[in-house]
């Protein structure tokens, strides 16, 4: 079992930065590939950005390339989320998500462990 608590989410205005925190308990290890996944009220959950278990493959939604940087510190048992640029279309809800694995998966069907999400929110 696997448990997911995010932080770092708030208010900020357009074109500020905000960096997500995901603290992963129980059976973690870099066996589990993480990603982010946001929610925006009325639209369906969608990928944001997933790492490989040891750190060394990234992938990014096309909405948010060179603007967020996802990593890992599996010493901590922590995954990050930094986030440039902020645009009022960033608002949402943003989820950790786990899954046990080598790939890195991009739908959230395929992810097991989920945290209780974090409100980001971008003002214009």
């Known amino acids: 079992q696997v448990q997911l608590v995010e932080s770092g989410g708030g208010l900020v205005q357009a074109g500020g930065s905000l960096r997500l925190s995901c603290a992963a308990s129980?059976?973690?290890?870099?066996?589990?590939?993480m990603a982010w996944f946001r929610q925006a009220p009325g639209k369906d959950r969608e990928f944001v950005a997933g790492?490989?278990?040891?750190?060394?493959?990234?992938y990014y939604a096309d909405s948010v390339k060179g603007r967020f940087t996802i990593s890992r510190d599996n010493a901590k048992n922590t995954v990050y989320l930094q986030m440039n640029s902020l645009k009022p279309e960033d608002t949402a809800v943003y989820y950790c998500?786990?899954?046990?694995?080598?790939?890195?998966?991009?739908?959230?069907?395929?992810?097991?462990?989920w945290g209780q999400g974090t409100q980001v929110t971008v003002s214009s």
């Open positions: 998500a786990a899954v046990y694995g080598v790939r890195t998966p991009t739908r959230p069907d395929e992810y097991v462990y």
């Open positions: 790492i490989s278990g040891r750190g060394g493959i990234t």
């Open positions: 129980g059976r973690t290890s870099s066996s589990y590939a």
